[in-house]
Each structure stands twice: as C-alpha cells, then as structure tokens.
C-alpha cells in the first residue's frame, strides 16, 4: 500500500515525539510518505498532489482545519471514491469533530491503532460532503468552490470563530474556555440579532427570511463542548446531504433558551422553538445576505460573504473507519 501521512506540526494534541511515534508505527504496516506542513494549505496541495499519483491512503494527522485541507486537495478534480485515496484521519487539534463524529477515538496514539486495525479487516465508508461556492450573478460569484467535512456557517457562528482566531494569532491557546468568552463578546457586538439579514432560498419553496444565525451540518454532532456533543441538527448524516440550524432572532431571553437546548440536545432532538428553523437532507440551496457577513467552513474562518451557494454531494469521498 502506497501511502502519504500529512502531518501539521501546530497540532494543539501531538508533540514531535508522538508524531514520529505514529509515523513508525504507520510505517511498519505500509510504503509511508511522510511530510510535515510547512504553510497554510500545503496540507491541500499534498492532497492534491496525492490524488494526481493514485496513491492509496491519505492519513491527515491535525485538526479539523488540516483535514479539511487535505480533503479538498483530494477532490480538486471532483469526487470520485472509486478512483480517489482513501482517507484516513489520527486527530490532534483540539475538537476533532469529523474524526469523532466518524467514531474514532480523540486520541492520537488510540486513533492510528483504531486505523491499522481497519486497514487489516478494510474497514471504510463512503461519506458525503458539502460544497460552498459564491453565488452567479453575485458580487461573491467568482469564490472558488471549496469542500466542507462536517458544517459551515454564515452570521453569527462564523463572527465567534473570526473572534477566536484572532486571539489564536495573539498567542492564546485554543480552548472551550476561550470559544465561550468570545461567543458572549460577539453577542454583545452583533448588529442584527433582532433583525437578520439572511435569507435562505431553494428550488420548490418559499424563502426563509431574516435570518441572524444559519448553520449548516453535514454531519451529526455539529461540535463537541469537551466532551460534550452538540447537536444542533441530529438527523444529519453523512450518508444524506445538508442541515440546517438557522435562527431569526438572538435577543437575550432568545439566546438563554436556545442555548440551553443546545447544551442538553440530543440525537434526538435539537433545538427548536418559533424562532428556530431546522431543515433536512437539503441538496442545493442559497443563503443571502443584506449585508457582507463572516463565513466558516469546519471552523476556518473564510471573510466576509454576501452569498453562498451550497450542495450536499452524497458519496463524495473513501475513508477509512
């Protein structure tokens, strides 16, 4: 087997030395390539390049944000599962949500002995992905398409990530104490919590209008708070196409209930209310915006958006379970 371990040395979890402990151990079971990332989407380009070899497995050892990376370097010619690596993820970023949510442990050194063993008894999955792109006709229409594994969002959650990685440049840990702090100071800062600015449309039904919060799953949790599952859309799945979580108002009273419902949630059951709305299994839709609003895609803060096009893409990608 012909193999290539991506590896991002900012991991917030690995150390050096446990990198190198994984790396031999990846190696003692396959032709291993491994290569370190040395810039902001290398990670994408030794994907790209992986696919262009017809290497047979991608291991992606990082967060969230280098597996998105490595994802979208692996589809740069368009989803094939048949013909493409497969892909395998060893968590080391702080939350880990699509290595989790595909059931694997959120420790490195247990992750690659949960990934050997699949590898042994060809254990593996065929996921579905999103796609965000800028929308035609639009001044956002020429946005490069980019994949998502496990959620984006467009308004206030992106505004709160934005937040967080500024204080990440500043030298501050990645923590949950931290996403918390700067939800509350975005709160307190946003503009149009009482009167959103998005509207969602798609084909075959009226719009969704004035929108403050949108937030869309491709799988289910949406993210962790420790060790905690949220849920804001429980019935998405990587074997459908796209959630959504969107709300249209956040005044106080509004934000303490759906907050609440959001830290007890379930598989079963998410948050809900009249200022709640919660779609299922969407496979292409809109989300326009008033005004320029940040945007995020598995917690990467992408700018400023005034629209974006999404598609659920069922069947997208191999990965190794």
């Not at 900012?10 to 150390?15: G, I, K, P, V």
């Not at 390539?33 to 994907?47: N, P, S």
């Not at 956002?140 to 206030?156: I, K, L």
């Not at 501050?172 to 959103?196: C, I």
Request: proline share 6%; charged share 20%.
């Amino acid at each position: 087997m012909r193999a290539l371990l991506v590896a991002n040395p900012a991991a917030t979890t690995t150390s050096a030395r446990t990198r190198d402990v994984l790396t031999h151990a990846l190696a003692s079971e396959m032709k291993l390539e491994a290569v370190t990332t040395e810039y902001r989407g290398h990670a994408r380009d030794l994907g790209r390049r992986a696919a262009h070899e017809g290497l047979d497995l991608v291991v992606a050892l990082g967060g969230d944000g280098t597996v998105n990376e490595v994802v979208n370097g692996l589809l740069h010619d368009g989803p094939d599962p048949d013909r493409l690596p497969r892909l395998a993820v060893v968590p080391g970023g702080s939350t880990n949500v699509f290595a989790r949510a595909l059931g694997l442990p959120n420790d490195a050194v247990e992750a690659t002995g949960a990934l050997l063993d699949a590898l042994r008894e060809q254990r593996e999955r065929i996921v579905g992905l999103g796609l965000a792109a800028g929308t035609p006709g639009t001044e956002d229409e020429s946005v490069p398409a980019r994949w998502f594994t496990f959620c984006a969002g467009f308004g206030f959650d992106a505004g709160v990530v934005g937040r967080v990685e500024q204080q990440r440049e500043r030298g501050k840990r990645s923590t949950h104490a931290l996403y918390v702090r700067q939800l509350m100071r975005q709160f307190w800062d946003e503009p149009n919590r009482r009167h959103g600015t998005v509207t969602l449309e798609r084909s075959g039904a009226d719009p969704v209008t004035d929108l403050v919060l949108s937030i869309v799953c491709n799988t289910s949790p949406w993210t962790y708070l420790g060790n905690r599952p949220l849920y804001a859309s429980p019935e998405a799945s990587f074997d459908t196409a796209l959630d959504v979580l969107a709300l249209n108002r956040l005044s106080t009273p509004a934000v303490a209930r759906y907050a609440t419902q959001l830290l007890t949630s379930t598989p079963e059951r998410g948050p809900h209310g009249k200022h709640a709305v919660s779609l299922h299994d969407l496979t292409d839709f809109t989300l326009h915006s008033k005004v320029p609003l940040p945007f995020q895609m598995d917690g990467d803060h992408l700018g400023l958006r005034t629209s974006v096009r999404f598609t659920g893409v069922r069947r997208a990608l191999r990965v190794i379970v």
